[in-house]
């Protein structure tokens, strides 16, 4: 029997409708979800509409998500209020964090083919995409985080679900709506990016429970780094560091106590990378300190200011008071009963290594500065005082051989030489930057290619016949 083409038409017409109508998104508002589980669908249902978007309409939508985080007024509410809401940090600084992540975070052009030709045909070698990613974001870097993941991730071909921080709730919210309307605007499928209503560490729970998240990426603490770890999935994780710098008496040391104090106080040394002791060599040590006066730094001399300053920003010497996270030197000073000008960035004072200062990662402008004999016992200890976290560590020297020794011996993932702690992510060094630096799992700083698949396409016996 013959069947009619009409009427194959009108049925394969039928099928692709219905199977249309069954991956419709789940609704929510501009990526806005009442339950992890709902956020999750719906992303990934724009995961199976994104996979036939072609990579220039991802350039499209990646640079629609720069430019809604670059327009001014985005710019300058997104930074004021994540000040307000968490409570740490400064304006100028987020501006500054949140427009680098919007210029510099890698698009389409991180992902590359290679390919290999031969007598037996064409194989290439391609990026693809995981799916739907989870990605966790903390408090310290809130809106620069989802910025720099959603662009990389996008890039990347995946969607995105975004658990925050529930105290970074609200700027994420509006951040997120926002790319929402700019990638609407640029056409794209609904729900690229999503995120739930109320943060919480259920949802978080609720996201690492999901089958259908295929890479979780963690930026945060020790828990969350270790939580994501033993999921069972594909996991990568962006932990703490405690950052050591070590001066030595060749380095240029007017311009290294400049860097110190710049990298320390950058957004109040929230940074997972900034300045968090100082290892400095006995015969440049005061010099050093001199000159860190000289650009910003109030020393604390008197060790019962000192001890009363460990009670005052930790927990019994072992973590950071929360209340002190993130707050300028000028208000922890207040705090201590000292008042000081908007000039004064970092406090610092002369600490023995087991100092809770040294040992601690403060994220707040303290920087302890530990007098050792020599290079060699410099280096040994700030291979310590890092902790193995393999995050990011300083050196000022001229001296190439030893250089070359501590970037071996601490093998972390960013080790920036005679400069301050920032050019590491792309401020004033080379290189693109990131908010998510995977050193407990190796990717480094993360960009496009961190969150993709590696596939081999095979086409066979092309070769011998072009021959
Ligand atoms: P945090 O670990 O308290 O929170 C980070 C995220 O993890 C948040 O979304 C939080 O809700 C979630 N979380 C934390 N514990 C959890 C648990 N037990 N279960 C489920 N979810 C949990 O960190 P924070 O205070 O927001 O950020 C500061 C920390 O993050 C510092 O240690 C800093 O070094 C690190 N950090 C690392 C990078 C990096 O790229 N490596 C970047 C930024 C911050």
Same mark, same amino acid.
């Given at each position: 029997m013959e069947i009619d083409a009409k009427v194959i038409e009108d049925i394969v017409n039928e099928v692709i409708k219905s199977s249309n109508a069954s991956k419709a998104a789940p609704s929510g508002n501009l990526g806005i979800f009442d339950t992890m589980d709902a956020a999750?669908?719906?992303?990934?249902?724009?995961?199976?509409?994104?996979l036939h978007c072609s990579f220039d309409d991802r350039r499209k939508y990646v640079q629609a998500i720069r430019d809604t985080a670059l327009d001014e007024a985005h710019l300058k509410e997104m930074s004021e209020n994540t000040v307000t809401e968490t409570?740490?940090?400064?304006?100028?600084?987020?501006?500054?964090?949140?427009?680098?992540?919007?210029?510099?975070?890698?698009?389409?052009?991180?992902?590359?083919?290679?390919?290999?030709?031969?007598?037996?045909?064409?194989?290439?070698?391609?990026?693809?995409?995981?799916?739907?990613?989870?990605?966790?974001?903390?408090?310290?870097? =809130?809106?620069?985080?989802?910025?720099?993941?959603?662009?990389?991730?996008?890039a990347a071909g995946d969607t995105v679900v975004f658990s925050p921080h529930p105290k970074a709730k609200n700027v994420t919210i509006k951040l997120v709506k926002w790319i929402n309307e700019a990638l609407e605007k640029a056409g794209a499928p609904k729900n690229l990016v999503c995120t739930v209503s109320e943060p919480s560490i259920e949802n978080t729970q609720a996201m690492l429970e999901n089958d259908k998240i295929r890479l979780l990426v963690a930026t945060g603490g020790p828990a969350i780094v270790n939580k994501v770890l033993s999921s069972g999935k594909k996991a990568i994780g962006a932990g703490a560091g405690n950052p050591p710098v070590v001066v030595d008496e060749t380095a240029n040391i007017e311009q290294a106590a400049k860097d110190i104090i710049d990298g320390c106080s950058f957004d109040n040394n929230l940074p997972c990378t900034s300045e968090k002791e100082v290892?400095?060599?006995?015969?440049?040590?005061?010099?050093?300190?001199?000159?860190?006066?000289?650009?910003?730094?109030?020393?604390?001399?008197?060790?019962?200011?000192?001890?009363?300053?460990?009670?005052?920003?930790?927990?019994?010497?072992?973590?950071?008071?929360k209340d002190f996270v993130g707050k300028s030197a000028k208000y922890i000073l207040e705090k201590l009963g000292i008042n000081v000008g908007d000039e004064i960035k970092v406090i610092f004072m002369e600490t023995e290594f087991e100092h809770p200062f040294v040992?601690?990662?403060?994220?707040?402008?303290?920087?302890?500065?530990?007098?050792?004999?020599? *290079?060699?016992?410099?280096?040994?200890?700030?291979?310590?005082?890092?902790?193995?976290?393999?995050?990011?560590?300083?050196?000022?020297?001229?001296?190439?051989?030893?250089?070359?020794?501590?970037?071996?011996?601490?093998?972390?993932?960013?080790?920036?030489?005679?400069?301050?702690?920032y050019a590491g992510?792309?401020?004033?060094?080379?290189?693109?930057?990131?908010?998510?630096?995977?050193? =407990?799992?190796?990717?480094?700083?993360?960009?496009?290619?961190?969150?993709?698949?590696?596939?081999? *396409?095979?086409? *066979?016996?092309?070769?011998?016949e072009l021959l």
């Open positions: 999750v669908d719906a992303a990934d249902v724009a995961y199976k509409q994104y409570g740490m940090g400064e304006v100028s600084y987020k501006i500054a964090k949140n427009t680098l992540a919007a210029t510099q975070t890698p698009g389409v052009e991180d992902l590359y083919t290679s390919a290999l030709n031969g007598d037996d045909g064409l194989t290439t070698i391609e990026y693809s995409p995981f799916g739907v990613v989870g990605s966790i974001t903390p408090t310290t870097n =809130p809106t620069e985080t989802i910025i720099n993941n959603s662009i990389g991730m996008l290892i400095a060599v006995d015969s440049i040590a005061d010099y050093l300190m001199f000159n860190m006066k000289k650009s910003g730094g109030y020393e604390l001399k008197d060790p019962d200011q000192i001890n009363k300053l460990v009670e005052l920003t930790t927990v019994k010497g072992k973590s950071p008071n040992q601690v990662e403060m994220l707040m402008p303290i920087l302890p500065v530990v007098r050792v004999e020599d *290079c060699e016992r410099a280096m040994e200890l700030a291979v310590i005082a890092e902790h193995g976290n393999r995050h990011t560590a300083m050196m000022h020297s001229k001296n190439i051989d030893r250089l070359l020794k501590f970037h071996k011996m601490i093998q972390t993932t960013i080790f920036v030489k005679n400069g301050p702690s992510i792309g401020f004033g060094g080379e290189g693109h930057a990131t908010f998510t630096i995977a050193g =407990p799992t190796g990717e480094g700083l993360t960009s496009a290619k961190s969150f993709s698949r590696i596939r081999r *396409c095979v086409l *066979c016996g092309v070769g011998k």
